[in-house]
C-alpha cells in the first residue's frame, strides 16, 4: 500500500499545516479531533501519552483538558484551552505557552474529507526558542506522520 500524500500548507510565518485527504466522512473524523480521551489515537509523533486525560468527552469553546506528553524520554502533563471550535469543521486549542494546534475537516464529497492539522507558534511566548530546538520541523514530521496514520486507517 502507498502511503497517502499530505501536502504543506502555507498557514503564514510561525505556523506548520499540512493537508491529507481522508476516505471518511468529515463528521467521524471531528469526533476524535474533539474528544480529548481519544487524541492517542490521531497522535503519529510519539509525544501524545496514552494515560488518563482530564477534561469533557466532547470539547467547546473555552473549554480545558489536560493529556499526559512525552518529550525528549521526559513525561509530563499539559492542559490546553480550547480556542475555537465549530462543530464538526473546526477544533483548536492552545498550549500554556501560546502556541494552538488546530484542525480543519472539509467534506469535498460524501465520506471524503480534507483533513489539515496547524501547528501555530505566533502567539508563543518563546517562538525564537521553539525556533532554536527546532521544535517546528519536528512537529511538521509529527502532523504528517499523525495525517498519514489517519489516512491510512480509512484507506
Known sequence: MTQPHVTTV????RAVSRRVTVHAPAAELFA?????HR??????????RDT?????????????????MKQ???????????????DGRVVAWR???????????QEVSPGLTEVTETFDYSGSRSPRLLEIFKQP??????????????????A
Open 10 to 13: 502555507d498557514a503564514g510565518p
Open 32 to 36: 476524535v479531533a474533539a474528544n480529548p
Open 39 to 48: 487524541h492517542p489515537e490521531l497522535d503519529g509523533s510519539g509525544t501524545v
Open 52 to 68: 488518563p486525560v482530564k477534561g469533557p468527552e466532547v470539547l467547546s469553546e473555552g473549554a480545558r483538558f489536560s493529556v499526559g
Open 72 to 86: 525528549y524520554g521526559v513525561p509530563y502533563s499539559i492542559t490546553s484551552t480550547v480556542t475555537e471550535f465549530d
Open 95 to 105: 498550549h500554556p505557552m501560546g502556541h494552538t494546534w488546530r484542525w480543519e475537516f
Open 137 to 154: 520541523q519536528a512537529n511538521a514530521e509529527g502532523i504528517t506522520s499523525t495525517l498519514q496514520k489517519l489516512a491510512e486507517r480509512h
